[in-house]
């Protein structure tokens, strides 16, 4: 009767350690650490910042819930196996993502760039045929010192954009260059709407 | 099996489940309880921190929530190592807990660097903005090294790429460019106004040369020339009264007296109309030939060759006109006051030899003539 007893206890005791000893999905956890990893080597932190800011936050809250379920008695590590997978998936989603991305914004570049260029090319064309009136030589030769800057900076911008390491930073500059272009065009169309002079 | 068996079976088995689910209560009271919700408290205030770009407005701080994170983990880890009954959370709730506080911190701080981050940014671009308008509108065609103007426009564009930077809230870099701008554009500013300053020095000199001249031509009811190379303009008067201003350009080194032949300044001083030149015995359509040099600018220019000033070879400088061929909206000459040949022909007309011609400054004070320029 007595072996029946510690019979029954040892088998309840069995079930209950087994439910106790569940493993950590670790084959599953370290391919999200991997999957995270390669999407930081394609610039996902770069092209998709608030994504993979969010991908990283779910990867800690997994760890932490990692740690959660081995701090209980009965630990159960389904749901954190699931989500390591469903991070695997969208870092991987990410870095495919990125390619298109990165061709997206290096087009952008390329058309702001473009465009910069023609601006220049007009700025350039304008003086010559801007009014030298009062002060007009100095004029001309502040917007020319002025172009010589931007043209500067777009060169920087295509040393960038040649590199290809970062398109968002090539459009930045982009955009600020163009922006004195403009002014400088209107300048110079206002000076010789003034004079009288045809463009 | 007998009946009595089984239910002596039945109780013994029910008594080892109550005894089992006893002892799982007490082992399950005994197990600490897990530091989740303060974990959980930390990282959400870590991710808060770092949506408000914390890592960039305040890096220490983040930087310290962060570690204190990883350490609350590491700490958690390194428990859960132990036996159930045996772990103990306080150094994993203590280091949470610091991590939380760091990361609020990290929060107020970054709201408070980054509003005044912005608030600089936004005032420092509207000064430079000013200023640079003011360089514009006062020194553009003053002669200044080509390096100062170059500096000025890589100012504007370093400015107009922390305008970028604003608009897109990048505010730390915008301020870094902002700083790169303001050596640019202030330093060209400074510079430009300390040389128009000292330039102003000799302003009472040209009040006094001005006045002479115009008061000479009230009491002989003649016609007198007054220049004035700040505004670039040349008067010709009669009677004392003003009748004509004309634009003038003059020397490309026009900012300050001629010291010596070949400066490609233009001189200042009291001198006369000693020859009118027109059809081929000038080049420039019609020219004054004035007493440059007189006697001071020979005194002056000897004591700069004793003093060393000037080197020994320099020679003092001759033949300055008032000439046509102007209008050419630089300042072009070798040291002549240059007119359009429409005003040349005017004051041509009028002007004789012996007719006062006074090359100053400026007329105005140096507080007036800012005054005139930022209208």
């Given amino acids: 009767m007595k072996n029946r007893f510690f019979l029954a206890i040892a088998t309840v005791a069995a079930v209950a350690l087994m439910a106790s000893c569940a493993k950590v999905p670790q084959e599953a956890l370290d391919a999200a650490s991997a999957a995270l990893d390669s999407a930081k080597t394609v610039q996902t932190d770069v092209y998709f910042p608030a994504e993979f800011a969010a991908l990283n936050d779910s990867l800690t809250v997994m760890l932490q819930n990692i740690e959660t379920q081995k701090s209980k008695s009965a630990k159960d590590f389904k749901a954190i196996k699931a989500n390591a997978e469903a991070i695997t998936l969208k870092a991987g989603e990410l870095t495919a993502g990125v390619e298109a991305k990165k061709a997206e914004v290096k087009a952008e570049a390329e058309t702001m760039m473009a465009g910069a260029t023609a601006l220049l090319d007009e700025a350039k064309a304008l003086i010559l045929k801007a009014p030298k009136g009062k002060e007009g030589k100095a004029v001309i030769e502040e917007i020319t010192n002025e172009l010589t800057v931007i043209e500067t900076s777009l060169t920087d911008a295509k040393t960038l954009f040649d590199g290809g390491t970062n398109y968002v930073e090539v459009v930045d500059k982009v955009k600020a260059a163009t922006g004195g272009l403009n002014g400088i065009i209107a300048e110079l169309k206002e000076a010789m709407a003034k004079a009288g002079v045809k463009i | ?375």
């Fill in chain 2, 1 to 375: 099996m007998k009946r009595g068996s089984l239910i002596s079976l039945f109780i013994y088995a029910v008594i080892a489940g109550i005894i089992i689910f006893l002892l799982v209560l007490l082992f399950r009271a005994m197990v600490p309880e897990p530091p989740q919700s303060e974990v959980e408290m930390a990282r959400a205030a870590i991710a808060k921190a770092r949506d408000r770009q914390s890592e960039v407005y305040s890096p220490r701080l983040f930087r310290e929530a962060q570690n204190n994170y990883d350490s609350a983990m590491t700490a958690w880890r390194a428990e859960n190592e132990r036996f159930i009954l045996f772990r103990d959370y306080e150094r994993v709730i203590s280091f949470a807990a610091t991590a939380r506080e760091k990361a609020d911190e990290a929060t107020r701080n970054t709201i408070k660097r980054s509003t005044s981050l912005k608030a600089n940014l936004e005032s420092e671009i509207k000064r430079l903005k000013a200023d640079m308008a003011s360089f514009e509108k006062i020194f553009l065609s003053m002669p200044l090294p080509q390096d100062v103007k170059k500096k000025h426009a890589k100012g504007k564009q370093l400015l107009r790429e922390a305008e970028v930077d604003l608009q897109k809230e990048n505010y730390v870099n915008g301020n870094i460019k902002l700083t790169e701008a303001n050596e640019y554009i202030s330093g060209t500013y400074n510079l430009a106004r300390t040389n128009l300053e000292e330039y102003f020095r000799h302003y009472s000199d040209w009040q006094e040369w001005a006045t002479s001249t115009i008061n000479e031509s009230r009491k002989s009811g003649s016609y007198a020339i007054v220049v004035e190379k700040i505004p670039a303009v040349c008067h010709l008067y009669h009677g004392g009264k003003k009748k004509y201003t004309f634009d003038a350009e003059f020397g490309s080194n026009w900012l300050g007296d001629k010291m010596s032949r070949g400066d490609m300044a233009t001189p200042e001083g009291k001198y006369m109309v000693t020859k009118k030149l027109s059809g081929g015995s000038t080049k420039y359509y019609k020219a004054l030939m004035i007493s440059y040099p007189n006697k001071i600018d020979i005194q002056e220019f000897n004591e700069r060759t004793r003093n060393g000033k000037l080197p020994a070879d320099a020679r003092i400088g001759d033949m300055i006109e008032i000439h046509g061929d102007g209008g050419k909206g630089a300042n072009w000459t070798q040291g002549c006051v240059a007119l359009r040949n429409a005003d040349m022909d005017v004051i041509y007309k009028y002007a004789a030899k012996g007719t006062p011609v006074t090359i100053i400054g400026s007329t105005l004070t140096l507080d007036e003539f800012f005054a005139s320029r930022s209208k």
